[in-house]
């Protein structure tokens, strides 16, 4: 299998060419019937890339009324089709770091790995083999997230 592309990697930096997107997070209808609440003000700032032959990524940030990061998180999931005997095989593999910002810079927040080996054709009930680790992301981690948040918030126009 060819090696994916180096930015389809979880917590590496995002290529050059890459604009992210701004929406509200309230929906449309909740701002103009003023019933978003507290969400008012949010913004949801997202990076989605995807090479549909390897998988795909996704970066979402999301920012209080005041520009405040809130939360933030990277999440990429690889597809791999594998023959170890002959027998064809499809390997998902998910991984994140995501989770809230405190107002003291602390950060609260997991690390997830998942990884999902199913028969040909991607039948869920045929499914060979399920594995999944969950824990708090080191200082590395949330250091490299940081860096990517500060990396999509600056190409904001």
Do not use: C
């Amino acid at each position: 299998m060819p090696d994916f592309p180096r930015w389809l990697s979880l917590l590496v930096p995002l290529p050059l060419d890459v604009k992210p997107e701004r929406k509200p997070v309230a929906s449309a209808e909740q701002l103009a019937q003023g019933t978003a609440g507290p969400i008012a003000g949010w913004q949801s700032v997202t990076v989605n890339l995807s090479e549909p032959a390897y998988g795909l990524r996704h970066v979402q940030i999301t920012l209080d009324e005041h520009g405040q990061l809130l939360s933030g998180g990277d999440h990429v999931m690889h597809v791999r089709e594998t023959t170890p005997d002959g027998s064809e095989a499809t390997l998902t593999d998910h991984e994140s770091v995501g989770g809230r910002f405190e107002q003291d810079g602390s950060f609260r927040g997991t690390y997830w790995k998942m990884t999902i080996e199913s028969a040909p054709g991607g039948d869920e009930d045929a499914s060979i083999t399920r594995s999944a680790e969950h824990r708090q992301p080191s200082a590395d981690e949330v250091s490299a997230l940081r860096r990517i948040i500060t990396d999509v918030l600056g190409r904001l126009p």
